[in-house]
């Protein structure tokens, strides 16, 4: 599945609110769990809405039921097979809704950085020999099509194409070779830095968490369509220029081992993100350096999961 989050563009504010869903026919609709699970419910016992965060557990209730819904009214991508009288409560035109973050207010947003053994060259830093952790505010967090806002008092704004990592399970301790069982999929994301805030203040989180410097999107692949994830191109397009090139399989540490090293000692639960780091290629490397400015557009690509793209506007 491709899982997104979403809100209707017309309605009551009620039917406003923020809904869980999934791509289908192509991307040209939204599949509403939502409507669908609420139209199956007697109307003297109305449903009471799940917590968004609660749709990302695959040991939950909703979640499984959301597959059942899926694999009853999509045959594939390009086809819905339930008559149009059922799906018409239950399905959108892409054109009718605002796709937001796939997670809008993840429970934990945790990042590694130097995991791309040319980005750690680059950035003159040995590999590391475990994972550098670090994280970013969740108010942070924006979705497609939504601006970056650059801070006025920061001339050195930066991104990075990263695959982010989204947690299914509650997982505490767990074997690098178990790790995948806990991966609800994944989904691109833009780990955009102010250089200057992030050297300046001798540590990271400043600089990696101003507002919308989270960019994440448009939608979740769950692990069922995403085999292998340390076989996938990525690439940032900077106003269409291809900046970062590269594949996964470049990453120090994969997604098994990320899991397994971070749940160590913190646990992980459903609906938190790992973002796994960036290949070479980011701007404060290259000579002259390249920082974003007011008008540009940015383009992450990660094979399998679509285009998160991202305007770029002054504060």
């Not at 009620?14 to 869903?21: S, Y």
């Amino acid at each position: 599945m491709r899982l997104v989050t979403f809100t209707l563009k017309k309605g009551i504010p009620k039917e406003r609110a923020p809904r869980f869903g999934a791509l289908i026919g192509d991307g040209k609709y939204v599949l509403d769990f939502m409507a669908a699970i609420e139209s199956e419910q007697p109307p003297a016992k109305p449903m009471a809405r799940p917590r968004l965060l609660t749709w990302f557990d695959l040991d939950g209730d909703w979640l499984p039921k959301a597959r059942q819904l899926f694999d009853s009214i999509v045959k594939d991508r390009g086809t819905i097979k339930t008559p149009r009288k059922q799906r018409m409560l239950t399905v959108h035109k892409r054109s009718e809704v605002r796709v937001l973050a796939p997670v809008l207010r993840p429970g934990k947003l945790i990042a590694i950085g130097l995991n791309y053994r040319d980005h750690a060259a680059e950035s003159n830093q040995p590999i590391p020999k475990s994972p550098v952790v670090f994280s970013k505010f969740t108010t942070a967090v924006i979705g497609p099509e939504q601006p970056v806002i650059l801070p006025p008092m920061c001339s050195q704004v930066d991104y990075e194409a990263e695959l982010a990592v989204v947690i299914g399970r509650t997982a505490k301790r767990v074997a690098p070779e178990d790790a995948m069982d806990y991966v609800l999929g994944y989904t691109n994301f833009n780990d955009v830095s102010a250089r200057d805030f992030q050297f300046s203040d001798g540590q990271w989180q400043r600089g990696k968490s101003c507002d919308t410097f989270a960019p994440m999107g448009e939608y979740i692949a769950t692990t069922d369509e995403i085999r292998d994830p340390q076989k996938l191109s990525i690439q940032l397009r900077l106003n269409g220029r291809a900046m970062q090139d590269s594949s996964t399989s470049q990453m120090v540490f994969g997604v098994p081992e990320l899991v397994s090293f971070l749940s160590e000692t913190i646990t992980l639960e459903p609906g938190d993100m790992i973002a796994t780091g960036t290949p070479p290629g980011v701007g404060f490397a290259r000579k002259p350096p390249v920082f974003l400015k007011n008008g540009d557009l940015m383009e992450v690509e990660i094979e399998g999961l679509g285009v998160l793209r991202n305007p770029v506007k002054a504060g």
